[in-house]
């Protein structure tokens, strides 16, 4: 894989999700140099690909200790410069990516709304930091077209919304493509 069609991505997500680590295991397996950052260790079931570098978060990814947790991981991704930053859940580590996008200028970010997170907690306390982020993603995934449309009515673009199932192998290279565009988008 050339240096035009490989990325640099840095995944925000809990590696105790066998979901989250088949996605890094796609892309690593697809050549890119892929990270995650997870207060989760990863557990048995799914093995982390070789290529993969695995930065463990000291503080939990729920708000408020967000802030502190930001605080470790911003260090780590200004050294990196990810191509991509992609945070899976969008009501912990969506805010953290939020976080390191207006904070730290790192860009693009893309989301992950998982399962209700999005529609349960864009209505607590910290729901101000959902909308705030939302508009901050080039893309926002989730599974549902409920998920999709209360995404919309929170303020991100419909055409930005990239309805696709988190475990399908045919999604994860519609979004490597998306990935890649984004990419040259920014350059």
């Given at each position: 894989?050339?240096?035009?069609?490989?990325?640099?991505?840095?995944?925000?997500?809990?590696?105790?999700?066998?979901?989250?680590?088949?996605?890094?295991?796609?892309?690593?397996?697809?050549?890119?140099?892929?990270?995650?950052?997870?207060?989760?260790?990863?557990?048995?079931?799914?093995?982390?690909d070789k290529g993969i570098r695995f930065h463990h978060l000291l503080f939990p990814v729920k708000y408020p200790l967000t802030y502190l947790t930001f605080f470790q991981a911003q260090l780590s991704l200004m050294s990196l410069k990810p191509d991509i930053i992609h945070a899976i859940n969008m009501s912990d580590y969506?805010?953290?990516?939020?976080?390191?996008?207006?904070?730290?200028?790192?860009?693009?970010?893309?989301?992950?709304?998982?399962?209700?997170?999005?529609?349960?907690?864009?209505?607590?306390?910290?729901?101000?930091?959902?909308?705030?982020?939302?508009?901050?993603?080039?893309?926002?995934?989730?599974?549902?077209?409920?998920?999709?449309?209360?995404?919309?009515?929170?303020?991100?673009?419909?055409?930005?919304?990239?309805?696709?199932?988190?475990?399908?192998?045919?999604?994860?290279?519609?979004?490597?493509?998306?990935?890649?565009?984004?990419?040259?988008?920014?350059?």
């Open positions: 894989m050339d240096n035009k069609t490989k990325l640099k991505l840095c995944l925000l997500a809990g590696a105790a999700d066998e979901l989250n680590l088949k996605w890094a295991n796609y892309f690593a397996k697809r050549g890119h140099e892929v990270h995650i950052f997870s207060h989760d260790q990863v557990k048995g079931g799914t093995a982390l969506g805010i953290l990516a939020g976080l390191v996008c207006r904070i730290g200028r790192l860009k693009p970010i893309t989301l992950t709304a998982v399962g209700t997170d999005i529609l349960h907690d864009a209505h607590t306390s910290h729901g101000w930091a959902i909308k705030h982020v939302l508009p901050l993603s080039k893309v926002v995934t989730c599974d549902t077209d409920e998920i999709a449309l209360d995404m919309v009515k929170l303020g991100m673009k419909e055409d930005h919304i990239f309805l696709m199932s988190r475990s399908g192998e045919l999604d994860l290279s519609r979004l490597e493509a998306t990935y890649l565009a984004m990419r040259k988008t920014r350059r």
